[in-house]
């Protein structure tokens, strides 16, 4: 079946501007992950949703980011008032039921702010 | 918070030789502990994991150990390939609620002909 995808693949926006990244996990997965990868680092978490809730938000930087998952599926990481700092990949991960399964990662979306 | 520590940052072999790439944890909770190759531009891509409940996992050129006492967990390839080049990351996280991935920083590898 078909794996993690994301959209857009890159993304440019301008500082001040508002951003959506969406994620469609593997169908059935009920557990998903988001995280952001700079340059030369590993991804670091933001966030972790089990069904359509928030279980672990520890990772959000500040609240400029949000995160939904409405209907327990697809996912949509926002962010508010971009800032230079906010340029990475974003990756999406999702496994099966969120309790220690292999997470699969998407291809990542690469956001710039200019 | 979970810290995981990853050594060394860039690890040059010829072709046929091991490679080893160590990595250390903070918190003794964490239970599983998967490793991820990361292509150019690509998706990180998991090779192997381990639960704490064993010390060794091997696939083919690929093992894993795991030291819990010592809380370090270690890579090893053998007979590696001009294609084993890539930057490798460990993880570690724990089972339930707590179950996202704390990467280390990455190992660059890269096998010479």
Not at chain 2, 21 to 34: E, G, H, L, R, V
Not at chain 2, 55 to 72: C, F, S, Y
């Amino acid at each position: 079946g078909a794996g993690v995808s994301q959209t857009p693949s890159n993304k440019v926006t301008e500082k001040g501007k508002y951003v959506e990244l969406r994620c469609d996990p593997i169908s059935g997965h009920t557990a998903l992950y988001w995280y952001r990868q700079s340059l030369g680092q590993g991804p670091e978490f933001l966030i972790y949703f089990q069904g359509t809730g928030a279980a672990d938000d520890s990772g959000l930087p500040n609240d400029r980011f949000f995160a939904v998952r409405p209907e327990g599926s697809v996912s949509t990481l926002k962010i508010q008032r971009t800032e230079r700092g906010d340029s990475a990949v974003y990756l999406c991960a999702s496994s099966l039921m969120g309790d220690g399964d292999e997470q699969f990662f998407g291809p990542g979306t690469r956001l710039t702010v200019l | 918070g979970e810290n995981v520590e990853q050594h060394p940052s860039t690890l040059s072999v010829q072709e046929g030789d091991s490679a080893v790439i160590k990595c250390t944890y903070s918190d003794s909770a964490s239970n599983y502990f998967p490793w991820y190759k990361q292509e150019l531009g690509k998706r990180p891509q998991l090779i192997i994991d381990i639960r704490s409940n064993v010390g060794e996992k091997k696939d083919q050129r690929i093992a894993v150990t795991l030291n819990k006492t010592a809380k370090h967990f270690s890579l090893h390839i053998t007979e590696t390939q001009p294609e084993d080049s890539a930057v490798y990351f460990c993880a570690a996280s724990m089972t339930g609620t707590a179950s996202k991935l704390t990467f280390g920083t990455g190992t660059r590898l890269q096998v010479t002909l």
